[in-house]
Antibody, heavy 122, light 111 residues
Framework: QVTLRESGPALLKPTQTLTLTCTFSGFSLTTSGMCVSWIRQPPGKALEWLARIDWDDDKYYSTSLKTRLTISKDTSKNQVVLTMTNMDPVDTGTYYC??????????????WGQGTLVTVSS | QSVLTQPPSVSGAPGQRVTIPCTGSSSNIGAGYDVHWYQQLPGTAPKLLIFGVRNRPSGVPDRFSGSKSGTSASLAITGLQAEDEADYYCQSYDSTLSGWVFGGGTKLTVL
C-alpha cells in the first residue's frame, strides 16, 4: 500500500523560506521509473504543479517558480524535500506531494498525501 | 488563468449523465499528451479517477469514462449519485511550459 505524508510549518512570515518534507512508504525512489512531485492549491482555487524528482535524480520545476524552488530526495529515509524561498501571502495554500506513474511526459499522479496547509502572514 | 480550460460548474439530477470538458491547445492535449482526471471531495486530497485518457484505476466505477479528440478531452459520468458531488480536474503535460498542468477545476453539483 502506497502512502505519502507531508510535514512542515503551518505558518510563515513573508520573505521566509518554506521547507516541506514528504515521507512515503510502499515504494522506493531507487526503483527505475519512480518519481514524486509537489503540487499546491490556494484556498478555493485550482491545483498547480510545482516540482518533480525522479529515481535517477532528474529534477523538473514549474517555469514560473523555478528560481524559488529546490527539490531533493533522501532515499535512505524515503523522503522528498521541497524548499521554496521568499514566501509571500499569495503562496498560502495546501501543499501536496504525490507519486507519479507512467513514463516520461506521459505521467500522472496516482497516489497523493493528505496535504499540509501553509499560511504566509505577517 | 489555467492552461487547460474547464467550466467552473456543471450540475445534474441523480441518475442523469453529465460531461465535463477540458480544452487545451497544440502544446498539450493537441500535441498528443495524455489527459488524466482527478476527483476532489470536499476537504480531501485529489484522487486519481482516469489515467491515460480512458483508463480507470482499480476501484473506480465504470460510471466514469474519459475521451479525447483534437485539443480537447472530456469526462463523462453516468448514473449520477449524490456521492459524486465534488471538484473535478483534468491534467496533462505542456511542452511550451515544460511542465505538468491542470485545468481550473469543475464543481459538480448533484441536484
Amino acid at each position: 500500500q502506497v502512502t505519502l505524508r507531508e510535514s512542515g510549518p503551518a505558518l510563515l512570515k513573508p520573505t521566509q523560506t518554506l521547507t516541506l518534507t514528504c515521507t512515503f512508504s510502499g515504494f522506493s525512489l531507487t526503483t527505475s521509473g519512480m518519481c514524486v512531485s509537489w503540487i499546491r492549491q490556494p484556498p478555493g482555487k485550482a491545483l498547480e504543479w510545482l516540482a518533480r524528482i525522479d529515481w535517477d535524480d532528474d529534477k523538473y520545476y514549474s517555469t514560473s517558480l523555478k528560481t524559488r524552488l529546490t527539490i531533493s530526495k533522501d532515499t535512505s529515509k524515503n523522503q522528498v524535500v521541497l524548499t521554496m524561498t521568499n514566501m509571500d501571502p499569495v503562496d498560502t495554500g495546501t501543499y501536496y506531494c504525490a507519486r507519479m506513474s507512467g513514463s516520461g511526459w506521459f505521467t500522472w499522479f496516482d497516489s497523493w498525501g493528505q496535504g499540509t496547509l501553509v499560511t504566509v502572514s505577517s | 488563468q489555467s492552461v487547460l480550460t474547464q467550466p467552473p460548474s456543471v450540475s445534474g439530477a441523480p441518475g442523469q449523465r453529465v460531461t465535463i470538458p477540458c480544452t487545451g491547445s497544440s502544446s498539450n492535449i493537441g500535441a498528443g499528451y495524455d489527459v488524466h482526471w482527478y476527483q476532489q471531495l470536499p476537504g480531501t486530497a485529489p484522487k486519481l479517477l482516469i489515467f491515460g485518457v480512458r483508463n480507470r484505476p482499480s476501484g473506480v466505477p465504470d460510471r466514469f469514462s474519459g475521451s479525447k479528440s483534437g485539443t480537447s478531452a472530456s469526462l463523462a459520468i453516468t448514473g449520477l449519485q449524490a456521492e459524486d458531488e465534488a471538484d473535478y480536474y483534468c491534467q496533462s503535460y505542456d511542452s511550451t511550459l515544460s511542465g505538468w498542468v491542470f485545468g481550473g477545476g469543475t464543481k459538480l453539483t448533484v441536484l
